[in-house]
C-alpha cells in the first residue's frame, strides 16, 4: 500500500491513555444499577446482567499476573473514524495483561462470527492501521446478531478459537443485541464474555454514562470544514444559496454541531420541527423568510444545514409515507401497470385528500422517489430522499410567489450538497484517536476483570486526557422498552437532541443574528500536530454539555 506523508506520520503518535489505564489498574465498582425505565420488565429479560454496578478503573500498585486470553472482535454497522484505535487498543490492552493473548478480528461485520469467517490480528496487522480511518482492517457489516441460531452457531467458532470475549464495537441497535448475547452466553453459562464499544457518527448513542459516541468528533470536523470552505466561496461569489444536507440518520446532532461550528444562516432541526407540528410549507417559509431579509440588504447569498431526517420528523410527512406505504404494498401489481407519465395523478387520485394535496405540492423528483425507490419491504426509503434539492426547489418557488405579490426583491439562485460518506472514513483526530484507543483498552481491562454485559465507558473527556475516567457501564442500565416492528423489545435508548439542552439553547440564542447577518466561521481542517487548541478541542456539543 503507498501511503501518504500524513498517513506515516501519523502511524507514529501515541494515543493518549488516561492516567487509571497506564500502569496497573484495579476495577471499583459502585452501587446495583437499574434501566432507565421499565425497570420490571428489562429485569426479567436480563436476569444475569441486570443491575450490575458501574466499574470505575483506578491506579493500582500491585501488578497482578494474567493468564494469555484470546479476545474476538466485531466491527458493526457504519464506518466510524477512530475503528481501528479501538481494536489496537484491545490489542495493546491484552498483550499488557500477557503478552501470548491473542486477538481475532470477525470479517465484515456480526456476520463473520456467525459464518465464521475470521483472522488473527497480529502486531505486523494493526501497526498498519494504528490511527487511520475506516473499518477496512477486518471490515464491517450490517447483520443483526439476534437469534439463538446465530449465538450457537458463534459459540462454535468461539470454542474453536478458544476465545473468552467477545468485543463488539456498534451503536445503539448493536450494543442492545450484544447485551442479549451477553445475557444468552451467561445464562447458558458458556464462560464468554460479551462487551459493547460506543460507536457511530450520528452521535446518537450517548447518555449520563456515556458522553458520545465514536467518530462523531471527527465526522463534524470535517464536515465543518467544508461548509466552512462553502461559507467563504458563497460569501466571495455572492450569488448562491447553498441547501447542504448532513448525514446523522433520525437524530440532528451532526447538523447542530455544524452549525454551531460554522454559523451559518440556516440550520433545521428535525427535533424541532417535529416539537412545533411543523408543516413542509413552515419549514420552506421559515428558510424563504432568511433568504429575503437577507436579500432586502443586498445578500443574495447564504448556507442552509439540513439534516438527513428531517422529512421523518414533519408530522405531515410521515403521514403521507405511511399512507403510500399501506397503499402502495397492498397495490403494488395495479400501480406497476400505470405509464410512468401517469404515475403522479394517479397516486393523487388515490391518496386521502390532506395526503394528496401534500404529494401535489412536492417537485416532481421527490414525488417520483417517494413511489418508485422503495426498499425490498416496499417502504420509502427515506434517506435517499433529496431533501436538500426539495427545500432549494420550493424556497425557490416560495420566492417567485413572494416576488410577484412584491413581497421579495432580490435574486435567488442555489447549490445542493450531501455530506456524509467523506466524512466517516477520515483520519480520526486527536480526540477520536485518544478517546477510541482509550475505550478499546479499557474494554481489555473488563475483559481481564471478568466483565459481561457492559459497554467500556470514557468520560471527563473534555479535560485533558490524563484526567479521563475509564470504566465500564452495564448495558442493562441503558435500556427501555420499544415498539419494534409491532413488539415490545429491550433496546438502548436513542439520544435525540434535547431542545432544552444547552448545545440547542446555545444554537438558538444566535440564530436570528446568523439568519440576517454573515457571521461565517471557517474551521479549517483536521490538524493532527500544533497547539493543543487547535488540535484537541471536543465538539461544541461537549463542551457545552459538560459546562456547568
Ligand atoms: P451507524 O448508526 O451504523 O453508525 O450508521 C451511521 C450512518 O452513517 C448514518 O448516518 C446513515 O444514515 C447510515 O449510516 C448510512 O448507511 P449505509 O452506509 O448503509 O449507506
Redesign the pocket.
Known amino acids: 500500500m503507498t501511503k501518504s506523508a500524513l498517513q506515516i506520520a501519523r502511524a507514529a503518535y501515541q494515543p493518549k491513555l488516561p492516567k487509571a489505564l497506564r500502569g496497573a489498574v484495579k476495577a471499583s465498582e459502585g452501587e446495583p444499577t437499574q434501566s432507565v425505565a421499565d425497570q420490571h420488565a428489562i429485569k426479567e429479560l436480563f436476569p444475569n446482567t441486570y443491575g450490575m454496578p458501574i466499574v470505575k478503573f483506578v491506579e493500582s500498585d500491585q501488578k497482578v499476573e494474567y493468564p494469555a486470553i484470546n479476545v474476538g472482535v466485531i466491527l458493526?454497522?457504519?464506518?466510524?473514524p477512530g475503528g481501528h484505535n479501538v481494536i489496537s487498543g484491545i490489542f495493546d490492552g491484552v498483550k499488557k495483561l500477557n503478552p501470548d493473548s491473542k486477538l481475532y478480528g470477525f470479517i465484515l461485520g456480526p456476520g463473520g462470527l456467525v459464518d465464521h469467517n475470521y483472522m488473527e490480528l497480529t502486531a505486523d496487522i494493526i501497526d498498519e492501521y494504528r490511527n487511520t480511518g475506516g473499518f477496512d482492517m477486518i471490515g464491517s457489516g450490517?447483520t443483526k446478531l439476534e437469534t439463538t441460531d446465530q449465538f450457537e452457531k458463534g459459540l462454535k467458532i468461539i470454542r474453536e478459537l478458544g476465545i473468552k470475549a467477545i468485543v463488539i464495537i456498534?451503536?445503539d441497535d448493536s450494543n442492545t443485541n450484544a447485551c442479549v448475547l451477553a445475557e444468552y452466553y451467561a445464562a447458558k453459562k458458556y464462560g464468554v464474555q460479551v462487551i459493547g464499544c460506543p460507536?457511530?457518527?450520528?452521535g446518537d448513542l450517548k447518555n449520563e454514562m456515556i458522553e458520545t459516541s465514536f467518530g462523531f468528533d471527527t465526522a463534524c470536523k470535517v464536515y465543518s470544514e467544508v461548509i466552512g470552505n462553502i461559507q467563504r466561496d458563497c460569501n466571495s461569489a455572492r450569488k448562491y444559496w447553498h441547501f447542504i444536507k448532513l448525514?446523522?440518520?433520525s437524530a440532528s446532532h451532526i447538523a447542530l454541531e455544524c452549525a454551531l461550528q460554522v454559523q451559518p444562516n440556516v440550520c433545521i432541526v428535525s427535533e424541532e420541527v417535529e416539537a412545533k407540528n411543523m408543516s413542509l410549507d413552515d419549514v420552506v417559509t421559515y428558510v424563504a423568510n432568511s433568504v429575503a431579509a437577507r436579500a432586502a440588504q443586498g445578500k443574495n447569498f447564504g448556507t442552509v444545514l439540513i439534516p438527513?431526517g428531517l422529512i421523518e420528523f414533519i408530522p405531515a410527512m410521515k403521514a403521507l409515507i405511511s399512507e403510500l406505504n399501506d397503499f402502495l404494498a397492498s397495490n403494488a401489481e395495479e400501480f406497476s401497470h400505470i405509464k410512468k407519465s401517469h404515475q403522479r395523478d394517479y397516486i393523487i387520485s388515490k391518496l386521502s385528500k390532506v395526503n394528496a394535496e401534500i404529494y401535489a405540492s412536492l417537485p416532481e423528483g421527490v414525488a417520483r422517489q417517494l413511489t418508485l425507490d422503495r426498499d425490498p419491504h416496499g417502504n420509502v426509503q427515506v434517506?435517499l430522499i433529496e431533501t436538500e434539492k426539495l427545500l432549494a426547489e420550493m424556497v425557490g418557488n416560495k420566492l417567485a410567489e413572494w416576488k410577484e405579490q412584491g413581497k421579495f426583491v432580490g435574486k435567488f439562485a442555489s447549490q445542493v450538497h450531501f455530506f456524509?460518506?467523506e466524512g466517516?472514513c477520515a483520519a480520526p483526530s486527536n480526540y477520536d484517536a485518544d478517546y477510541c484507543y482509550s475505550l478499546g483498552y479499557a474494554a481489555s481491562a473488563l475483559i481481564a476483570n471478568g466483565k459481561t454485559g457492559y459497554m467500556s465507558s470514557i468520560r471527563n473527556t473534555t479535560a485533558p486526557a490524563d484526567q479521563w475516567i475509564a470504566g465500564g457501564v452495564p448495558i442493562t442500565m441503558m435500556m427501555n422498552m420499544e415498539k419494534r416492528h409491532g413488539e415490545m423489545k429491550p433496546v438502548i435508548q436513542k439520544a435525540l437532541v434535547k431542545l432544552d439542552g444547552k448545545p440547542f439553547q446555545a444554537f438558538a440564542a444566535k440564530r436570528d443574528e446568523w439568519a440576517i447577518n454573515t457571521d461565517y466561521v471557517y474551521p479549517g481542517p483536521i490538524q493532527y500536530f500544533g497547539p493543543t487548541e487547535v488540535c484537541d478541542q471536543p465538539t461544541k456539543t461537549l463542551q457545552l454539555e459538560q459546562s456547568k
Not at 458493526?76 to 466510524?80: D, I, N, P, R, Y
Open positions: 458493526s454497522g457504519g464506518q466510524a450490517r456498534g451503536g460507536k457511530t457518527i450520528d448525514m446523522g440518520r438527513e434517506s456524509g460518506y466517516r
